[in-house]
């Protein structure tokens, strides 16, 4: 079990989240929570006008359009803000680690589910580093950083089988992190490749050398 008391703090390593979500365009940490607020309050107000209608006075037929489609739109809108945009909110969201726990972003299900984002050393089996190819925007013109083979996130594997995963992160945030993991706490880091991989910065579409 992932224990939800608070573990003493000291902390060793916050990550540097960029200000542009990766593999995303021109999309900041801002921007995403107006995005996932917005679907809320949209499902949040359809649901309260659904509830006024169906036990008001209105006709069955005015009824019966409230929950069919009204209902439709409300789980449309939680697909996207809890689905949909569950990757960049993941990836706009620094991970810190302690001295006993690392701190990971945790979405408001999982902690209905009793897991706060909390996680102990001893529940610790494993860090897996994934490798691939990822777009890094540097700013909001034309400018961004290809990344191929590149250690673009990580899992934490715990020893009952979850995985908690970083988010797409930028690839010496991975290594630092990981790097700290294996050295203070002597957990396994299990890395397919080997250093950041290849780097290409482009402008406006052409590479610069």
């Given amino acids: 079990m992932i224990k939800n008391e608070r573990p003493s703090e000291e902390l060793l390593f916050e990550e540097h989240v960029p200000e542009f979500i990766p593999n995303m365009n021109l999309k900041t940490h801002s921007q995403v929570i107006i995005a996932v607020w917005s679907f809320r309050a ?8 659904i509830m006024i209608i169906v036990t008001g006075d209105s006709v069955n037929d005015v009824k019966v359009v409230a929950v069919g489609p009204g209902g439709l739109g409300v789980i449309l809108a939680v697909l996207a803000t809890e689905w949909l945009m569950r990757k960049p909110r993941i990836a706009s969201v620094p991970v810190r680690l302690y001295s006993n ?28 580093i994934v490798r691939g190819d990822m777009k890094q925007r540097v700013n909001r013109n034309y400018r961004f950083i290809q990344w191929e083979d590149a250690p673009i996130s990580y899992e934490v ?3 009952n089988g979850k995985r908690h995963s970083s988010g797409l992160k930028p690839p010496g945030q991975v290594i630092a992190i990981t790097d700290i993991i294996s050295e203070r706490w002597n957990i396994p880091i299990i890395d397919p490749g080997h250093g950041v991989g290849k780097m290409i910065e482009y402008n406006k579409g052409i590479p610069i050398l």
């Fill in 157 to 159: 594997i715990t020893k």
């Fill in 42 to 49: 949209i499902y949040i107000i359809t649901l309260f006008l």
């Fill in 101 to 128: 726990h690392i701190k990971m972003h945790v979405f408001p299900y999982e902690r209905l589910l009793g897991f706060n984002g909390c996680i102990s050393v001893d529940e610790i089996e494993r860090i897996e």
